[in-house]
C-alpha cells in the first residue's frame, strides 16, 4: 500500500517556473514506477511524465520544459515544470505502481490527491 501527497502547486504567469513534490508513504518505494498526470476542466487526465527503471519518457507537450526526479531517500518525485504556459493549467496528480514505464493511467492503482496548477496569460 502506498499513499501520495502533492504539494507546490499554484498561480504563476506564463514563462514561470514551479515545482511540484509528492511524497510516497509504505515501504519499497524505489521499487515503484513514478508518474505525473494531470487533468484540466472537462478533460480526460493525460499523461505528463514517468520515471523508473526504464529511465524517463515524458508527453511531448512538455519535453523540453518539465522534468521528472525522484529522492529515494526522502521517498518523493519531482516534478520540475519550467516555461509554463497557460495549457499547462490543470490538476496535476502523482501516480505510483509496480509496472515497468507505462504512461496509461489504467496501469497506475495508487494516485494522490492532486496539487491545482494555474498559469495565467
Known amino acids: 500500500q502506498v499513499q501520495l501527497v502533492e504539494s507546490g502547486g499554484g498561480l504563476v504567469q506564463a514563462g514561470d517556473s514551479l515545482r511540484l513534490s509528492c511524497a510516497a508513504s509504505?515501504?519499497?518505494?524505489?521499487?515503484?514506477?513514478m508518474a505525473w498526470f494531470r487533468q484540466a476542466p472537462g478533460n480526460e487526465r493525460d499523461f505528463v511524465a514517468v520515471?523508473?527503471?526504464?529511465?524517463?519518457y515524458y508527453a511531448d507537450s512538455v519535453k523540453g520544459r518539465f522534468t521528472i526526479s525522484r529522492d529515494n531517500a526522502k521517498n518523493t518525485v519531482y516534478l520540475q515544470m519550467n516555461s509554463l504556459k497557460p495549457e499547462d493549467t490543470a490538476v496535476y496528480y502523482c501516480?505510483?505502481?509496480?509496472?515497468?514505464?507505462?504512461?496509461?493511467?489504467?496501469?497506475?492503482?495508487?494516485w494522490g490527491q492532486g496539487t491545482q496548477v494555474t498559469v495565467s496569460s
Open positions: 501516480a505510483a505502481d509496480m509496472v515497468y514505464f507505462s504512461s496509461d493511467r489504467a496501469k497506475y492503482h495508487y
Open positions: 509504505g515501504r519499497s518505494f524505489s521499487s515503484y514506477t
Open positions: 520515471i523508473g527503471w526504464g529511465g524517463e
